[in-house]
């Protein structure tokens, strides 16, 4: 469910365009929430969230208003209740099941992360080319043969598709995804993927991430001279 | 080096702002040079870059403008001269030695990854609390107590922290690496870390761009209902 197919006569959302930029801080809202909830807040304002958060009250309001507002005049949020809205807005009230393309050390570490596992992103299988790795498990998780995945997808209702393979390989796989209906790709290869325009994917460039670091840096210390 | 010092007479910018967009851009120009470079391709006008990089040739020239140009009119970029100075701009031309802090999956995945080495992020030392890993070795990296940490960044030239340990634990870190004078944090850690304004953090939430991600994939499952 999304903002749109709610149901619940709160979110009003019709087919309306949300910026990139709202989007990017959906999950940040979801992850405050989440520690106002485990500090057992019940209600807060968008002026405490916004000192909280280190944005203003105005872009809380604004960014929440995209899916219905879900304040109350002189009452503010409920925590419990926005958290619950913002998980459903983020497609984490239900399963999205997962495999990953390539067993390597960010494969396994993105298997082995629970913490995926515990908001709706279950792995079921991870595939790789390597035959000392085909056959094994990686937190029970069965790592199979990149041959088998076109198989795999047909036979399993999978939602993402996760790449940590070398951008050598990525073109070829990621052919096969789409030709599978994967919808959604999580890409960590280094390379831009060319897919139809109603494949959605989200890259993370570990490379170029330290990069934009490293320029900062470089830059703070020219400041300084 | 950075614009700001090159001291060659073609970088021309004094402390000019850049945007945070353009930086995000840099990375990806550095990538596709180096792309180029390795088909063997020696100059490129900025027109066909665009079309190989899907945005617009003015937005090539605008970005690059930002640093002195490197174009010639008639001729376009010379791939390697170009692909020579954003690595300068990007503090590529010299290395960047980090400590990563948190010897877990994503710590030791990052230990593991031989790119970042290739382009001048080396890995002195890899700290955990764990007994178990205090005292191993990831790739030749020595695995060190957190509570040695201090002490290693002030008997090693340290550029940059790469922080892969749990909320709880990266409060109290950071205010080791800032009081041990790190100016860079590289932050896999899931909070909003609270540091001096001279020091400079990248975060990479994964779980958050895998929210962005599941977030687009029900908006779009939504359209076409």
């Given at each position: 469910?999304?903002?749109?197919?709610?149901?619940?006569?709160?979110?009003?959302?019709?087919?309306?365009?949300?910026?990139?930029?709202?989007?990017?801080?959906?999950?940040?809202?979801?992850?405050?929430?989440?520690?106002?909830?485990?500090?057992?807040?019940?209600?807060?304002?968008?002026?405490?969230?916004?000192?909280?958060?280190?944005?203003?009250?105005?872009?809380?309001?604004?960014?929440?208003?995209?899916?219905?507002?879900?304040?109350?005049?002189?009452?503010?949020?409920?925590?419990?209740?926005?958290?619950?809205?913002?998980?459903?807005?983020?497609?984490?009230?239900?399963?999205?099941?997962?495999?990953?393309?390539?067993?390597?050390?960010?494969?396994?570490?993105?298997?082995?992360?629970?913490?995926?596992?515990?908001?709706?992103?279950?792995?079921?299988?991870i595939f790789d080319v390597n035959p000392e790795k085909v056959g094994t498990q990686v937190r029970g998780i069965p790592v199979l043969h990149t041959d088998?995945?076109?198989?795999?997808?047909?036979?399993?209702?999978?939602?993402?598709?996760?790449?940590?393979?070398?951008?050598?390989?990525?073109?070829?796989?990621?052919?096969?995804?789409?030709?599978?209906?994967?919808?959604?790709?999580?890409?960590?290869?280094?390379?831009?993927?060319?897919?139809?325009?109603?494949?959605?994917?989200?890259?993370?460039?570990?490379?170029?991430?330290?990069?934009?670091?490293?320029?900062?840096?470089?830059?703070?210390?020219?400041?300084?001279?």
């Amino acid at each position: 469910m999304s903002a749109q197919d709610a149901g619940n006569g709160v979110l009003t959302v019709e087919n309306k365009e949300i910026s990139s930029a709202v989007i990017k801080r959906l999950p940040r809202y979801h992850r405050y929430l989440g520690d106002l909830m485990a500090q057992g807040v019940e209600r807060i304002s968008s002026q405490e969230l916004s000192v909280r958060m280190n944005v203003t009250a105005s872009q809380i309001r604004q960014d929440l208003n995209n899916f219905g507002g879900f304040g109350q005049q002189g009452y503010g949020y409920n925590v419990a209740y926005l958290y619950q809205e913002i998980s459903k807005i983020l497609g984490l009230d239900h399963e999205n099941s997962m495999v990953i393309i390539g067993c390597g050390n960010f494969g396994q570490a993105l298997a082995n992360y629970q913490n995926f596992e515990n908001r709706g992103f279950v792995t079921k299988a991870i595939f790789d080319v390597n035959p000392e790795k085909v056959g094994t498990q990686v937190r029970g998780i069965p790592v199979l043969h990149t041959d088998e995945l076109a198989d795999f997808l047909h036979k399993n209702d999978i939602k993402i598709a996760v790449l940590t393979i070398p951008k050598e390989a990525a073109v070829e796989v990621t052919k096969v995804l789409v030709d599978c209906g994967i919808k959604a790709i999580w890409n960590f290869a280094h390379l831009d993927l060319d897919v139809p325009s109603d494949v959605v994917v989200e890259n993370v460039h570990l490379s170029e991430s330290l990069m934009q670091l490293s320029y900062r840096l470089a830059e703070a210390a020219n400041k300084k001279k």
